[in-house]
């Protein structure tokens, strides 16, 4: 069974948030993916869809103009394929959350897609609560990547990239030592509650050390924390979770 996603559902939103529905857009290239998307993202009371589109170039056009917040993003479509996709729309100001939905969790475009900003993803067999519950993860910020995923995307398909630099890269230089340990860390896919326990601190503290990695690397999400550390070499693609 797939592990559970790492990072905390946000479930004890305010009656405001609750009010606001989140705007999602559908992209890919099979109507019927797109119609049976629609009617499950049209079953939750606080989401909507605002537009579909079947392949990239048409979801970079629709994403202007229709301001969603999240994208849910097929990766091989015609025209333009997701990755290009989500590459212009992770470098659009204010751009929507990109969360990649692929039918193998080992697709090579899977990691390729986190380093061009995802801000996760999920397989298209994914429980629907679950895929719900995905979008509102996304919505709210977070990046969606369980940890034994997350290890298996990076070990398999960093290898595919140049030989990482020495860990003092450059990106590296500014970081405390503490929050070296923190993003290698996260890149393990330790979830916040993980984090506090390894380095007996409070959540709270987990997550302001986050929260500054997430400034001093100019980093979206999560998601992106994860690429960082393996590009620049803190952590090695043979580094595993111990579960």
């Given amino acids: 069974m797939p592990d559970e996603p790492s990072l905390l559902m946000p479930d004890d939103r305010s009656a405001s948030e609750m009010a606001a ?5 559908v ?3 099979e109507a019927l993916v797109r119609a049976g ?7 939750a009371p606080d989401l909507e869809v605002v537009g579909e589109a079947s392949h990239g170039a048409d979801a970079v056009r629709q994403a202007r103009a229709l301001r969603p917040d999240v994208v849910l993003m097929d990766l091989r479509m015609p025209v333009m394929d997701g990755l290009e996709a989500t590459r212009y729309l992770a470098n659009e100001p204010d751009g929507p959350r990109v969360l990649v939905v692929t039918t193998f969790d080992h697709d090579e475009h899977v990691f390729q897609a986190l380093r061009a900003g995802a801000s996760g993803f999920v397989l298209k067999d994914t429980p629907p609560e679950r895929l719900l519950d995905a979008i509102r993860v996304v919505a709210a910020g977070e990046s969606l990547l369980a940890p034994s995923v997350t290890t298996q995307l990076v070990s398999a398909f960093v290898r595919q990239a ?6 003092d890269d450059g990106r590296l230089a500014g970081l405390t030592e503490r ?3 923190v993003l290698a860390l996260v890149a393990r896919g330790r979830s916040n509650a993980e984090l506090a326990a390894e380095l007996v601190v409070e959540v709270t503290t987990v997550k ?7 400034t001093k690397l100019g980093a979206r999400d999560r998601a992106q924390l994860v690429v960082a550390a393996y590009e620049s070499g803190l952590v090695a693609p043979s580094a595993r979770t111990d579960g």
């Fill in 162 to 167: 140049p030989a990482a630099p020495a860990p």
């Fill in 37 to 43: 998307f629609r009617a499950l993202v049209a079953s």
């Fill in 21 to 25: 529905q989140t705007r999602v857009l």
């Fill in 179 to 181: 929050e070296k340990e």
């Fill in 27 to 29: 992209v890919d290239d």
């Fill in 208 to 214: 302001t050390h986050v929260s500054r990695l997430l």
